[in-house]
């Protein structure tokens, strides 16, 4: 299957504050160098996203906040949308789904990306319901009387990518842009230890680095040798 065109809006949206750059990253810096407005929705605080028992959860939050900022930048010049919700504790219902159905009408993409909702076997929460929230506000968003009193002009998006696919269908290029997706993940640097495993205490810490260069690249790397996200492409929407 061809790869897409690049859209003339793009919104992602994921869980937790690096989740976009995982599924998505290499995708959205092609897309945004050719022209395409992107736009990230994080759907949590980030909250949990620490292995220190004592550590500030408040000040974890602040940093996630720009890691994520930063990473959108590094990526793809994005804007980024906060959704708030506390990490780990993310429900796929009415708030979140209203919250999904705002940011579509007001962003308007022609491309919508997120977890896949379908994907067997996966132990996240935040990821399940990341992914429900993403097709179910989809279908509020294309619909005029759905969430009356919130506003904004109801808008159908002509594609949605699932990423982490349970049985994907498409492939998106990143041959030109896995350093880009991989600077955007190191942005997140409160995740090196626990998400990345990146000793940032190592004695040499740029071998951990390139270690996980080399992690991300033979993940996305194709039979022909070249390097692919993996979607799910739903286009009846
Ligand atoms: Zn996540």
Redesign the pocket.
């Known amino acids: 299957m061809n790869p897409l065109a690049a859209p003339r809006c793009a919104l992602a949206i ?3 504050p ?2 976009i750059e995982f599924g998505a990253g290499g995708t959205l810096a092609r897309w945004s160098a050719a022209g395409t407005e992107v736009h990230l929705l994080v759907l949590t605080d980030g909250s949990k996203g620490t292995w220190d028992a004592a550590d500030d959860l408040d000040r974890l939050v602040a940093t996630r906040v720009d890691e994520a900022r930063a990473a959108a930048t590094t990526l793809a010049r994005a804007t980024v949308h906060f959704g708030g919700f506390v990490d780990g504790e993310l429900e796929s219902g009415a708030a979140t789904r209203r919250v999904v159905c705002a940011t579509i009408r007001t962003v308007r993409p022609d491309v919508v990306l997120g977890h896949d909702p379908w994907q067997r076997y996966r132990l ?1 929460p ?2 399940r319901h990341a992914g429900w929230a993403t097709v179910d506000g989809i279908v509020a968003a294309r619909d005029p009387h759905f969430f009356p009193g919130l506003g904004g002009v109801h808008h159908r998006p002509d594609a949605l990518l699932l990423f982490e696919a349970d049985e994907p269908n498409h492939t998106e290029p990143i041959d030109t842009t896995i350093d880009a997706k991989i600077d955007a993940l190191l942005c997140h640097r409160s995740q090196w230890r626990s998400t990345m495993d990146v000793d940032a205490g190592a004695s040499d810490v740029d071998a951990e680095i390139a270690r996980f260069r080399e992690r991300v690249t033979a993940a996305a790397r194709t039979d022909d040798g070249h390097l692919v996200e993996r979607y799910r492409l739903l286009t009846e929407l």
């Open positions: 994921g869980a937790h690096d989740d996240h935040d990821h």
